[in-house]
């Protein structure tokens, strides 16, 4: 366990005993949780937003989402999803066995429960983490389309954080009733109660999900999305959640703002980050405190 210094997060690593390691199947799933306490509460027992990473990140690096939360009054946490974070390293299912990524979260809000009462929580994500937190909402994947990429009938883009996983993972499930199997759990419902709004930047796999139980998301939802994003395109992935989530409201961070302007080093518009920031920590107030300090009622407008 790391203890905190000044804004540090108290980091530490669970296990998660129904779940096997991807590395060795005989060890449970490791899952690295980052925990920050608040400047100063917002309320009398400080609201906890879980904030999950984008594909090959890591919750340790999500300090421009992070640091506006904190300064909100709100505490937040964050994960190293297994499989695909780069402290610990990359495996095929971490890249694109995506609902094990809200099992993560539930998991890891289970040990904080146990630990201290939760009061009302949120789920805030960037890129495959926004749909980590609509998940927790109740988006559900559909495995048939799953499928269809698993055995090709479906093109497949490149991930640029690992070339070639889909050849990978194909390696790991062979026989076709084990992939059929695996492909089984993307169907669950995965939704978490205790997750009473989400904010979502620049999401992914809005292809992947069903409009059916995107129709079934009661939570407040937030998205923000670049206009020069190619990485996760409006229209194939952002535009599934603003249309079929009936509680979704959302807006564009900017025409110019690429994808990787949420991590790179020297981004084509440096207060993209800042920006959404504190958009997402007024959300949060208005939706797990009732009062608001940003305006975040967006409309639903194009890319």
């Known amino acids: 366990m790391t203890l905190p210094g000044r804004q540090q997060p108290l980091i530490r690593v669970l296990y998660d005993e129904s779940r096997r390691d991807l590395r060795d199947p005989g060890r449970p799933r490791p899952l690295r949780l980052y925990l920050w306490e608040p400047d100063r509460p917002c309320a009398a027992s400080a609201p906890l937003v879980f904030v999950s990473h984008g594909t090959g990140g890591s919750g340790g690096e999500m300090q421009w989402l992070v640091r506006p939360l904190r300064e909100a009054g709100f505490r937040v946490a964050a994960l190293d999803h297994h499989g695909n974070n780069f402290v610990d390293g990359y495996e095929p299912e971490g890249f694109l066995h995506v609902w094990e990524r809200p099992r993560d979260v539930s998991f890891a809000l289970d040990a904080l429960d146990r630990e201290h009462p939760l009061g009302p929580v949120g789920a805030a ?43 990978e993972l194909r390696k790991t499930f062979p026989p076709v009733e084990e992939s059929r199997r695996a492909l089984e759990a993307a169907a669950a419902d995965l939704s978490d109660r205790r997750v009473r709004a989400v904010f979502q930047v620049a999401p992914g796999v809005g292809g992947l999900v069903t409009p059916e139980s995107l129709a079934t998301v009661r939570v407040p939802v937030g998205i923000r999305w670049g206009g020069a994003d190619t990485i996760t395109p409006y229209e194939s992935d952002t535009r599934p959640y603003m249309e079929h989530i009936p509680t979704a409201r959302g807006r564009s961070a900017g025409p110019r703002v690429r994808h990787d302007d949420f991590f790179a080093p020297e981004p084509a518009d440096p207060q993209v980050r800042v920006r959404v920031g504190e958009e997402a920590a007024g959300f949060f107030l208005e939706h797990l405190v009732g009062r608001s300090r940003v305006p975040v009622a967006g409309v639903r407008e194009p890319a």
């Open 125 to 167: 994500g960037f890129s495959l983490g926004g749909y980590t937190a609509a998940a927790l909402a109740g988006a559900r994947v559909d495995p048939r389309v799953l499928w269809a990429v698993l055995t090709g009938e479906v093109p497949f883009p490149e991930i640029p954080e690992f070339p070639g996983v889909l050849e």
